[in-house]
């Protein structure tokens, strides 16, 4: 699942840092660019980490977030991993968010909304995914879903380089588990799911 970008990007862009510097220097057109270009990874950690259904939503409040706190952006980190914090940031207010509501609701015994849907051809891989434990599934679709190298992923979730590889090797266990544990009726799409997380 990993993925690798070309540093040469759209245009003769040279890469996102490139296109970030010029937005932050009032250049609408490189703003559009670097959204344009990085859109798909944000949306997918926010569809991963909370539902489809918000992704949307949650997307652009990344960018609106990190928009407004391009003058404070210093380089210390590539384009990319900063915009993924800020998306991962976004996603942890949402479920706080949901917790809190969801506590209001139970308080007044008010029915909890359905689950969303899944939202991918890989529905049920998509569902494993999303059983698993927070800090396990961040690491793991950032890495294995995204395509982040591990020392970028640290950078996102600020924790060490170690932590990420035992908390995606404990993930892909699970999801192994899951999958060799599935019934008759799962073991059809074995081979597919398997593919996914080895």
């Known amino acids: 699942m990993r993925r690798h970008r070309s540093s040469l990007g759209p245009h003769g862009v040279t890469d996102e840092a490139t296109l970030l510097a010029r937005a932050a220097v009032d250049d609408p057109a490189s703003a559009e660019r670097f959204v344009a270009v990085t859109a798909v990874d944000v949306w997918r950690l926010c569809a991963h980490l909370v539902d489809a259904e918000v992704a ?8 609106e977030r990190a928009l407004g706190a391009l003058p404070r952006f210093r380089g210390d980190s590539s384009a990319r991993t900063w ?11 949402e479920i706080r968010h949901r917790t809190r509501r969801r506590r209001v609701e139970a308080e007044l015994s008010v029915l909890p909304p359905a689950p969303a849907a899944d939202f991918t051809a890989h529905g049920a891989l998509a569902a494993l995914i ?12 950032l890495t294995q879903v995204i395509g982040m190298r591990y020392g970028e ?19 892909r266990a699970e999801l192994q588990e899951h999958i060799e544990s599935s019934g008759p009726a799962g073991r059809s799409d074995r081979g597919e799911w398997a593919a996914s997380v080895e």
């Open 56 to 63: 949307d939503d949650l997307t652009q409040l990344t960018y």
């Open 83 to 93: 915009l993924l914090t800020i998306a991962r940031r976004v996603c942890a207010d």
């Open 130 to 141: 999303r059983d698993l434990p927070g800090e396990r599934r961040e690491a793991f679709v």
């Open 153 to 171: 992923a640290a950078e996102v979730l600020e924790c060490p380089v170690g932590t990420v590889r035992s908390r995606v090797a404990r993930a």
